[in-house]
């Protein structure tokens, strides 16, 4: 290590002492350069461009120059703001926690922090102590769980400006959850009494109510963005990358689901429930929200309702129910009560009619389970809907009473599949399925066949058990076949269809006359969330010819309300599961020609399936291309990249109107502040050009041009004076200034002049260079002679140029900017930190070399903030490249500053980037030590 890194290992490390404090959720210092946002939750800490799980903990890496700090430690810990625990990040240092060595001479191994022995072997923790991408075995089982949301909750709810919530549930509305914990996600979906609105959002909040997370689940107005949650009347979603702590509360039963009314920071009412598991869950088929009945009395029943969990046998065939309710009982029944449970069709025919006792009735919830045979009739009755659960008081049998439709269970899903042939079929016939039951138990299907010929007509759609061996037909989906799509609902289904269908039994057939099976593919269940949540996949072809032709995929692109992408890729007939591929996005231009084609990698695909949202979020332009330009998911090989497997365009990606530019909401501002157009941003005269290019005007050729931060940037030159002995002014085509006509230079013979930033001068022009971001620069004045470009500053400053900037001028320092023909020092005025001057030269010239880019060394006498690429620049810290040495030093601290910095320190409250985050405590000691005896006498 060289004395200049370390000078700034140094300095950096009195500061790291005096903590690190970085908020999870903000993002000023550890953003991306780029501005990139790092898609994170309140459960987790971003540190560089790494999320981490909040408890985990690490040894920060804050990479060139500073490297591993090994004496430090950070971690991602719980932080309570208002109702609020976010994650945050803290560091601190663990030298003193060094064990003293037993040995006269102990040695510092490399990667370690403390000194040890020869011999010894004592080891350091070091690196991650929750690992990232392990996930212990019981993690990865599917587990379900419940919650019965109503007003009765123990919880004390308040808003977050820490008020208890004046909870106005008017109309007794209830609500009921499903959960399916599955690789550390806790998929969600609820039922919700048809008079209450859609939420606002839901809250996961442990036994204290303080909130874990929150999920938006409406838009301004109630808006709902998915057509499955539309047309179901559910709820659906998922809270991802639960930390380890908040799982073993699901698992510990200390985990609570909070639905809320309202505007933002204004709740108007809130249902909450605790997330329990219910055995009865792995073999749900359908599900029951249990409300009121009309007739009740409004008051005693105030905040009660219930939920059933219904598993049905086909073959005997038989019910059973698990009743999870409250708020049939008066205040003084306080134990052996005794309920009233029936089931009915249409509260006529009585299927189930019994009296329950129970011995400990509880305010909040009790459970009851009940069994009954079941006629065909009767089950046929169920699947449609047509069945109704009450529960009511046996002393007040009209005053309390909950009721409600047995219907199709309330997790959010959907049955999907591709459809290919199992060999190859001439024509390259394939497409897609997806279904869903509708709540009123209707089955609500899609197809797609691409690629069917018209010889191949008439074809016919149906619906196979596979569990069969005779492959038993249970629906015929042709009817309503036109023009490549199959799309319909059928009312009524066979009760029959529902077993094949949950145990991924079900497929979806296309037979032709010659054919009994063209193509084919089984249906497997898949939790409504996310890219799932899309209005409809895509069908990914082939767009190799050497692949078979059963070699087929579905995509599910979808942006949600955040404008965060998420993908869903499944893959069938591509052969070897080892084959490593890669998900892309390719936006093609759609106003001008030459805007450059954006790509997004989107993630590797292992397997079959793969599903995910990049952590970079969208920018700008992608997320206006994917809603209104031609877009294409494309599966490609990781070894070449150039060849495309499988394709699909995407038309239907509906970008929120809160991600779109046209859109003002107050929500919107930071997408604005934060996002400068990435790539081709600069539209100009029906071109487009990148970010920091320079171009002349093709309407004038005496203006320049050039793109900063997404904006075109125009300057016009004015000539300056050019006197000709002989008077004749001549301009050469695509020239702005005029050179005089000099008899002697023939002018056939190649055009003599110079190229100054990257333009062309006729030997003989006089021209202003022209200045990055400040324009034409009139108090300058260049001349092209005998092909080279000289320049001479003009007398006085004030009179000359207004807005000179001192960059300018100190790079003119001795009046004359030294052309060699190439572009040359136009750069260095524009980017001092970046010169693209020969490397070798400016070292030679007593530079510096830069850690962070070898290509970009500092000139001599430059001063610099270094760059940390975590941190960002360090402002704190002020270097200076002096003849090949760097010399760094911070700023002392006034007292006011360290008395501020003290009093941030010691609440752990330091905000990066203020004037007092720059003191170090050792430096601020210093008037500690003034203030004791002032404090000993009071
Ligand atoms: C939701 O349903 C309503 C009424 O059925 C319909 O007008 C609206 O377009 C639907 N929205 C979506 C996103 O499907
Ligand atoms: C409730 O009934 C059970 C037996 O059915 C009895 O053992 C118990 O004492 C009763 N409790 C009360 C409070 O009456
Ligand atoms: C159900 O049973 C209760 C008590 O056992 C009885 O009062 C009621 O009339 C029965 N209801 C029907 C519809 O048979
Ligand atoms: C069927 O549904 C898909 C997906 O929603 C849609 O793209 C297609 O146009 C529909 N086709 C017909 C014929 O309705
Ligand atoms: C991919 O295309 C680029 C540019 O077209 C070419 O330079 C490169 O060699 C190609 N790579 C492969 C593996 O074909
Ligand atoms: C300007 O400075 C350069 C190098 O810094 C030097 O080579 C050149 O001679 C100077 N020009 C004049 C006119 O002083």
Redesign the pocket.
């Known amino acids: 290590m060289n004395s200049s890194e370390m000078n700034v290992l140094c300095v950096l490390f009195v500061l790291c002492i005096s903590a690190i404090a970085v908020q999870g959720r903000s993002k000023s210092p550890l953003l991306d350069e780029d501005g990139a946002r790092i898609i994170n939750k309140a459960a987790e800490c971003v540190f560089g461009s790494q999320v981490r799980e909040l408890g985990s903990s690490w040894v920060p890496d804050l990479g060139i120059p500073i490297g591993v700090l090994y004496c430090m430690k950070c971690e991602c810990v719980p932080s309570q703001r208002k109702r609020r625990i976010v994650a945050r990040v803290q560091c601190r240092s663990i030298k003193n926690e060094c064990p003293e060595p037993s040995c006269e001479e102990p040695v510092l191994l490399p990667g370690n922090c403390c000194k040890s022995c020869p011999g010894d072997n004592y080891s350091e923790e070091v690196h991650d102590v929750v690992p990232q991408n392990t996930m212990e075995e019981e993690e990865r089982n599917t587990k379900h769980y419940a919650a019965l949301l109503t007003g009765r909750s123990p919880l004390v709810l308040r808003n977050d400006d820490m008020k208890p919530i004046i909870n106005d549930n008017k109309n007794n509305v209830v609500a009921t959850g499903r959960f399916t914990f599955q690789k550390k996600n806790l998929y969600f979906s609820f039922y919700i009494s048809d008079k209450a609105a859609r939420p606002r959002s839901l809250q996961f909040v442990d036994e204290n109510a303080n909130i874990l997370d929150e999920i938006v689940l409406s838009g301004a107005g109630g808006i709902v963005n998915s057509h499955y949650q539309n047309v179901t009347r559910k709820v659906c979603g998922v809270w991802k990358r639960l930390p380890r702590d908040y799982r073993k509360y699901l698992k510990e039963g200390k985990l609570y689901a909070v639905l809320v009314w309202g505007v933002k920071h204004q709740s108007e009412f809130m249902l909450s429930g605790k997330i329990t598991k219910y055995v009865a869950l792995s073999t749900e088929l359908f599900s029951s929200l249990l409300e009121p009945a009309p007739g009740t009395d409004p008051v005693m029943m105030a905040g009660a309702g219930g939920t059933a969990i219904v598993s049905i046998w086909t073959a005997t065939p038989s019910i059973h129910i698990a009743i999870v309710f409250n708020g049939v009982f008066t205040a003084e029944e306080k134990s052996n009560v005794t309920i009233n449970i029936n089931l009915s069709l249409d509260e006529k025919k009585v299927i189930y009619n019994e009296t329950l006792k129970i011995e400990k009735p509880a305010h909040e919830l009790n459970v009851v389970e009940i069994k009954s045979s079941l006629t065909t009739n009767e089950l046929k009755h169920l699947t449609k809907g047509k069945l109704v659960l009450s529960i009511s008081s046996i002393s007040h049998p009209t005053a309390l009473k909950l009721s409600g439709n047995l219907m199709t269970k309330a997790t959010c899903e959907l049955f999907q599949t591709t459809l290919s042939s199992p060999g190859n079929n001439n024509y390259g016939t394939s497409g897609l399925a997806w279904l869903f039951l509708n709540n009123d138990g209707s089955l609500v299907y899609n197809i797609q066949v691409d690629g069917l010929t018209n010889q191949q007509q008439p074809m016919y759609i149906t619906l196979q058990d596979m569990s069969t061996r005779k492959k038993t037909e249970l629906e015929d989906l042709t009817p309503y076949y036109r023009m490549g799509w199959a799309n319909g609902t059928v009312d009524r289904i066979f009760p029959k269809l529902l077993d094949p269908l949950y145990s991924g039994n079900l497929a979806v057939n296309v037979a032709t006359q010659s054919e009994n099976s063209l193509i084919r593919g089984k249906l497997s269940p898949r939790l409504v969330a996310e890219a799932r949540d899309a209005s409809a996949p895509v069908l990914l072809k082939r767009e190799d010819y050497s692949l078979p032709t059963s070699a087929v995929g579905m995509a599910w692109i979808n942006v949600d309300n955040d404008c965060n992408i998420h993908y869903d890729v499944s893959l069938t007939g591509l052969g070897s599961q080892e084959r490593q591929l890669e998900l892309y996005l390719e936006f093609l231009p759609m106003i001008a020609p030459g805007a450059p084609v954006l790509y997004r990698h989107l993630g590797e695909i292992q397997g079959s399936q793969v599903e995910g949202s990049p952590t970079e979020a969208l920018r700008y332009e992608e997320l206006n291309r994917l809603d209104s330009g031609v877009c294409f998911i494309k599966v490609k090989e990781s070894h070449?990249?150039?060849?495309t497997l499988l394709a699909a365009t995407l038309k239907q990606v509906k970008v929120p109107l809160t991600c779109l530019p046209h859109y003002t909401d107050n929500d919107v501002h930071i997408l604005y502040d934060t996002e400068v157009p990435q790539g081709g941003a600069c539209l100009h005269e029906g071109r487009f050009f990148k970010e920091e290019a320079s171009w002349t005007s093709t309407q004038d050729p005496c203006t320049m041009c050039y793109c900063q931060n997404g904006n075109t940037k125009c300057d016009t030159s004015t000539c300056p004076e050019l006197h000709c002995s002989n008077n004749m002014k001549i301009k050469n085509p695509g020239e702005c200034c005029p050179i005089c006509a000099n008899s002697s230079a023939p002018r056939d013979i190649i055009p003599a002049g110079c190229t100054f930033g990257g333009k062309f001068y006729s030997s003989g022009s006089k021209f202003h260079p022209f200045l990055i971001p400040n324009g034409f620069d009139h108090c300058t004045e260049c001349a092209c002679e005998e092909a080279e470009v000289k320049c001479t500053r003009k007398g006085n400053e004030k009179q000359c140029c207004r807005n000179c900037e001192t960059e300018a001028m100190r790079a003119s320092e001795n009046g004359t900017y030294l052309g060699d023909g190439s572009r040359t020092l136009l750069p260095d005025i524009v980017k001092p930190v970046k010169p693209k001057k020969n490397v070798q030269q400016i070292l030679l010239d007593g530079g510096c070399k830069n850690p962070a880019d070898a290509l970009s060394p500092f000139e001599n006498g430059q001063k610099y903030h270094p760059f940390i690429a975590t941190l960002g620049e360090f402002k704190c810290v002020t270097c200076k490249c002096k003849n090949g040495n760097t010399k760094c030093e911070r700023p002392n601290c006034t007292k006011a500053l360290c008395q501020k910095f003290i009093k941030s320190h010691r609440n752990h409250s330091l905000i990066m980037g203020t004037p007092e985050s720059c003191c170090s405590l050792q430096y601020c000691r210093r008037y500690r030590r003034h203030h004791k005896p002032y404090n000993n006498k009071s």
Not at 640 to 643: F, L
Request: hydrophobic fraction near 25%.
């Open positions: 070449n990249r150039n060849a």
